[in-house]
């Protein structure tokens, strides 16, 4: 077995493979694997076929070496179309010898996540961040001693021309610093600056000079202080939490559009493109035409999604679709003008309150839609998620990728990467006014969870008020103000504080207390009031 090597056989095994890269590589520090110019290689990862170099940049492709995304030239099996790697990680060394951090064995690569190879009882974290985290790594068996691909192969120097003007160097040794970039205290091996003691982090020499997110039409750049622009711009654009001004961020000049490092670089906010070739007038013509597309979409019926067969028109002209077909229901619907009595939308999952609403032509086939639902786009480009979101129909439970609560109906959903978007957030944008609350709230993702002012869950996608430190997640900002339930005659009204200072407060359904703090659903005709979930249940988004 592999962990059994002896030392002198471990060495024998790392000189022989360090040997045959240099024949086949240009003499460096660090050899290669393969010559540059080579288009395919012999994985260890993957031994029945070659991965395949694509000269292409591709992206939305995770690495499986260092679990972090293609955004550039990469390696991958053509045969099982996966096994996507970075260049650099499909072509790491498979032995090193001498590292400075490990100098008297040997190391050769590994996979963290294959258990076998490490001696029995003795798994180990990475001697750097002192994490275990499924990726390549390098290995010395008598030892037992693990560095991860991207903490132990800092470059010798490195030009971080954006953020210092002098080259960096890795300092060696295993210390507490704060980074002179993002400003946070850590632990590790820094990038440092023998002419004036600058310091940074690795991963911070390594931030991308320009990039691009979602939610902005610009590219931003890496800069190193806003005290240096003149900005007004005290909070970060993509979490709505305050900026320290002094330290490094991505900025917009134009727009004076400002967001912190982390929150930039998350896999949420910034979008898969090339960013070394983005060219600004691209980004604006492209983000111009998705807004056209959507603006054409939203102001009519599109014939994929509802067809149209038989219209009245009235006495002021306006035509109405009295019968369609839509794409989800294998009947035709018809419009019903009758008082609804405890329907609920198979789209929405939501009550129907109005009398206007389709309705299956088939009597014993209980189907109903609000008219809203019939105009919903099949297209969507939506600031929760990068790529166009294509709506579906579901009949089976899913899962929201934002409320992270199970629904079936209509939804939108990504042909890139699955990502799940249930109706109710679809109808949520950048900016949230709600009745619980006197001020405006703004979408924050961010790459730490925040709890919700209301029920107290956490999430990484929330409304954030800038005025108070008031968060409300989307579980909670997109329940329903009016709800129906089978054992009552009225309709609820969701209500956010109590109905009065009795300081007793009970659900008349199911006879339990109610803690004061959290929303309710109340029958004023009744005086009935009931916990949300009663009146809801765990599922709301479920019929």
Request: charged content about 25%; overall charge negative; hydrophobic content about 30%.
């Amino acid at each position: 077995m592999v962990g059994n090597l002896g030392e002198e056989d471990q060495t024998q095994k790392a000189k022989e493979i360090q040997k045959e890269q240099q024949t086949e590589a240009e003499t460096t520090n660090h050899p290669k694997s393969v010559r540059k110019e080579m288009k395919q290689l012999q994985h260890f990862r993957h031994p029945e076929h070659p991965l395949v170099f694509n000269e292409d940049r591709i992206y939305g492709k995770i690495c499986w070496g260092c679990g972090e995304p293609i955004l550039g030239p990469s390696y991958s099996c053509k045969e099982c179309d996966g096994f996507h790697h970075h260049k650099s990680c499909a072509e790491l060394p498979l032995g090193l010898l001498h590292h400075p951090l490990h100098p008297l064995h040997p190391l050769i690569l590994i996979y963290e996540g294959i258990d076998h190879l490490e001696p029995e009882g003795e798994k180990s974290n990475c001697e750097v961040c002192k994490e275990v985290r499924w990726q390549y790594c390098y290995f010395c068996y008598r030892c037992n001693f693990k560095l991860h691909i991207k903490c132990g192969s800092l470059a010798p120097t490195t030009e971080a021309t954006k953020v210092h003007h002098h080259p960096l160097t890795p300092y060696w040794k295993w210390m507490t610093f704060t980074c002179d970039l993002c400003g946070k205290e850590d632990k590790g091996m820094p990038y440092v600056c023998t002419s004036c003691g600058f310091g940074i982090h690795t991963r911070c020499a390594n931030f991308p000079s320009r990039l691009k997110v979602v939610r902005h039409n610009h590219p931003l750049n890496l800069i190193h202080s806003l005290e240096l622009h003149q900005s007004n711009s005290q909070l970060c654009q993509l979490c709505f939490l305050k900026v320290d001004t002094n330290y490094g961020l991505y900025y917009c000049s134009r727009c004076d559009f400002v967001a912190h490092l982390d929150c930039a670089m998350s896999r949420g906010n910034m979008e898969d493109i090339n960013l070394l070739e983005l060219k600004e007038e691209e980004s604006v013509e492209s983000k111009a035409m998705l807004k056209n597309v959507d603006s054409k979409l939203d102001q009519s019926v599109d014939s994929e999604i509802c067809k149209v067969i038989k219209t009245t028109v009235g006495e002021d002209g306006t035509e109405t679709a009295t019968e369609i077909k839509y794409f989800s229901h294998e009947h035709d619907l018809k419009l019903t003008d009758e008082v609804p009595n405890n329907k609920i939308c198979d789209g929405c999952v939501r009550a129907i309150l109005t009398p206007s609403f389709y309705s299956c032509v088939k009597s014993n086939c209980r189907f109903f839609l609000h008219i809203s639902c019939t105009k919903l786009p099949k297209i969507k480009q939506h600031p929760l998620h990068q790529h166009p979101l294509t709506l579906t129909f579901r009949n089976n439970r899913v899962l929201c990728d934002v409320c992270i609560q199970s629904f079936n109906g209509l939804g939108y959903e990504c042909d890139k990467c699955y990502f799940l978007l249930d109706v109710q957030c679809s109808l949520t944008s950048n900016t949230l006014t709600h009745a619980c609350h006197k001020h405006p709230l703004y979408l924050s993702i961010s790459n730490y969870a925040q709890k919700c002012s209301i029920c107290d869950s956490e999430g990484y996608r929330v409304f954030r008020c800038t005025t108070c430190e008031f968060v409300l997640n989307f579980k909670c900002a997109t329940l329903p103000q009016t709800a129906w339930n089978n054992q009552h005659e009225h309709p609820f009204t969701l209500c956010y504080a109590p109905e009065d200072d009795s300081n007793e407060y009970y659900c008349d359904i199911c006879e339990e207390e109610r803690d004061p703090k959290r929303w309710f659903y109340y029958c004023a005709d009744c005086s009935f009031p009931a916990h949300s979930e009663c009146i809801l249940g765990y599922s709301p988004n479920m019929k």
